[in-house]
T-cell receptor, first 114, second 112 residues
Framework: AQKITQTQPGMFVQEKEAVTLDCTYD???????LFWYKQPSSGEMIFLIY??????QNATEGRYSLNFQKARKSANLVISASQLGDSAMYFC???????????FGQGTRLTINP | ETGVTQTPRHLVMGMTNKKSLKCEQH?????MYWYKQSAKKPLELMFV???????ENNSVPSRFSPECPNSSHLFLHLHTLQPEDSALYLC???????????FGQGTRLTVV
């Protein structure tokens, strides 16, 4: 069985600061993918970044980067130079390669203060 | 705009009503999903359709009935719901077993 744990229910960060959102996972699958999604108050889940379990380098997408530590089973999201529009719920998720099921964590509510 | 469209965006229904939620994608995906998001709970996967065939049903009560007539459309038929079924219902699509899932904006359902 797969499990995603996000231990930070809420975070408050000053605008322009960097922020790290924690995600740890547990799986027995040898190949898997890790995903981060953003959910603003409108409800839509917006895909941010993807990391494959065999990728040698950490994924980056603009201001988003994923700090992937396979041995520690962690996949933390780093947002650089935070903006007010980054305020939202953030979800970490994983899926075994070839599987259909995408498993989500509980989410972290990020609030960016001006 | 993710390419996945859900209607309606908001729905209020009585416990004796019958209604349907609709999801549409034109991304060329061949897998579609229904998720339920209740307050203070992780997203719960309800159903998975792969190539229009239901491949997963996570112990969802029979008052929720999914339908996937083709690879672009997914429905969730609702009947005799309970107040605890009030939640945000999210539809998603992806390529089978790979890549990210794209989500719709959800239907916020309130059962009164």
């Amino acid at each position: 069985a797969q499990k995603i744990t996000q231990t930070q229910p809420g975070m408050f960060v000053q605008e322009k600061e960097a922020v790290t959102l924690d995600c740890t996972y547990d799986t027995s699958d040898p190949s898997y993918g890790l995903f981060w999604y953003k959910q603003p108050s409108s409800g839509e889940m917006i895909f941010l970044i993807y990391q494959g379990s065999y990728d040698q380098q950490n994924a980056t997408e603009g201001r988003y980067s994923l700090n992937f530590q396979k041995a520690r089973k962690s996949a933390n999201l780093v947002i650089s130079a935070s903006q007010l529009g980054d305020s939202a719920m953030y979800f970490c998720a994983m899926r075994a390669v070839g599987a259909q099921k995408l498993v989500f964590g509980q989410g972290t509510r990020l609030t960016i203060n001006p | 705009e993710t390419g996945v469209t859900q209607t309606p965006r908001h729905l209020v229904m009585g416990m004796t009503n019958k209604k349907s939620l609709k999801c549409e994608q034109h991304l060329g995906h061949n897998a579609m999903y229904w998720y339920k998001q209740s307050a203070k709970k992780p997203l719960e996967l309800m159903f998975v359709y792969s190539l229009e065939e239901r491949v997963e049903n996570n112990s969802v009560p029979s008052r929720f009935s999914p339908e996937c007539p083709n690879s672009s459309h997914l429905f969730l038929h609702l009947h005799t719901l309970q107040p605890e079924d009030s939640a945000l219902y999210l539809c998603a699509s992806s390529l089978i077993g790979q890549g990210e899932a794209f989500f719709g904006q959800g239907t916020r359902l309130t059962v009164v």
